[in-house]
């Protein structure tokens, strides 16, 4: 809700100003900050704890599981850069 007249429900656009504003305030650098950074994260964290993608399409909303198959491929990724990396971050 608006804290100022017209109290009204806020919208999307209002809920992503406000999520970019802290993501900015909490020092988190990313691409394109926003709420949507917060699905991602959430849906990453998901996959990584080895939900099934099922269970995480039908948490986030997906309609397809190739939606929702997007997020296994940035594990792979991350796997990826560590095993062609020396191994010095990992220690």
């Given at each position: 809700?608006?804290?100022?007249?017209?109290?009204?429900?806020?919208?999307?656009?209002?809920?992503?100003?406000?999520?970019?504003?802290?993501?900015?305030?909490?020092?988190?650098?990313?691409?394109?900050?926003?709420s949507h950074v917060l699905r991602h994260s959430c849906v990453?964290?998901?996959?990584?704890?080895?939900?099934?993608?099922?269970?995480?399409?039908?948490?986030?909303?997906?309609?397809?599981?190739?939606?929702?198959?997007?997020?296994?491929?940035?594990?792979?990724?991350?796997?990826?850069?560590?095993?062609?990396?020396?191994?010095?971050?990992?220690?």
């Amino acid at each position: 809700m608006r804290c100022c007249a017209p109290h009204a429900p806020i919208g999307s656009a209002a809920v992503v100003c406000r999520a970019a504003h802290f993501i900015r305030k909490a020092g988190i650098s990313v691409p394109r900050a926003g709420s949507h950074v917060l699905r991602h994260s959430c849906v990453q964290r998901l996959v990584n704890a080895n939900f099934p993608l099922k269970h995480i399409g039908d948490y986030v909303g997906h309609r397809s599981a190739s939606s929702t198959q997007i997020y296994g491929k940035i594990a792979v990724e991350q796997l990826r850069e560590i095993a062609l990396g020396n191994g010095e971050d990992v220690l």
